[in-house]
Nanobody, 114 residues
Framework: QVQLVESGGGLVQAGGSLRLSCVGS????????ILWYRQGQGEREGVATI???????NVDESVRGRFTVSRDNANSVVYLQMNDLKPEDTAMYYC????????WGPGTQVTVSS
């Protein structure tokens, strides 16, 4: 059974940083690409992806240069490091596993004050 749980969100001032974690359970997490999404006032949008090994990753151009994604398969966790946060980054952030099924975590709220 796959379960994803995000953590690390919170309230931060503009220019601050947060590191989100996505912890996965089950045998397939460490052999699956993992994606990060966010949903503010509008539609849910993709933010970052990372390959199963962590050798390949990509972040959306809207956050490039500020966000990075990484993973620690020994501990079954994927990170989203967010620097120089802006009020428009305020959203619920979700991780998603799309291999061996389609699984989402419940999300973690990020609020950036100006």
């Amino acid at each position: 059974q796959v379960q994803l749980v995000e953590s690390g969100g919170g309230l931060v001032q503009a220019g601050g940083s947060l590191r989100l974690s996505c912890v996965g359970s089950g045998d397939t997490f460490t052999s699956s690409p993992i994606l990060w999404y966010r949903q503010g006032q509008g539609e849910r949008e993709g933010v970052a992806t990372i390959s199963d090994s962590g050798d390949n990753s990509n972040v959306d151009e809207s956050v490039r240069g500020r966000f990075t994604v990484s993973r620690d398969n020994a501990n079954s966790v994927v990170y989203l490091q967010m620097n120089d946060l802006k009020p428009e980054d305020t959203a619920m952030y979700y991780c998603r596993q799309i291999s061996y099924g389609d699984y989402w975590g419940p999300g973690t709220q990020v609020t950036v004050s100006s």
